[in-house]
């Protein structure tokens, strides 16, 4: 028994091609308009979008020492801040790996400790000045030229916060 094709062998389904390619084709596009239409529908009440804050305005800035860091030191530093309005301010003392512990040597207190760093939250007069004196002790296998960033976190309610880093070398005698 042979097989012959004839003119309708190869060409059976060739009517329905066109026809499935464009119910395909129609299906896909309105898949597509109605998954966009669903998408940008106006939402009210809450979002995801947090509302643009303004930044918290820190007018002066200062973290300084008499004396370089180096490894198993104990080295005194002054951080100085002023505040250019009236707010209740929280301050977070990031502390690094490279420094194993901080001190506060003089008042005012840290009103907590997070994770071995201190955290002061009272409310600021954008007239004062405030110093803190702590003491950092950093850790034995620092090299010299390794780089220490400090980092310390202003914060305050309806204000971004402001995030101010300090990077120090590292110098072993």
Known sequence: ?????????????????PRLFATATIG???????VSAIGS???YGATNKAPKLPPLPVCAFGFSSK???SAREKVPYTLSFAICKSVK????????AAVT???VLKKPQPTRWVHGSPVWVEHVS???YFTRDL??????????GQKVKQKFIFSAPGYRPDVEVVTQTVYNP
Do not use: D
């Open 67 to 69: 004396y370089a860091p």
């Open 1 to 17: 028994m042979r097989l012959t094709l004839g003119s309708r062998g190869l060409g059976r389904y060739a009517r329905r091609r």
């Open 41 to 43: 529908q106006k939402t």
């Open 101 to 103: 512990k901080i001190e």
């Open 135 to 144: 003491r950092l002790t950093f850790a034995n296998g620092l090299h010299t």
């Open 89 to 96: 301010l929280s301050l977070v003392e990031v502390r690094p």
């Open 126 to 128: 954008w007239r004062s």
């Open 28 to 34: 896909a596009c309105l898949g597509l308009v109605v």
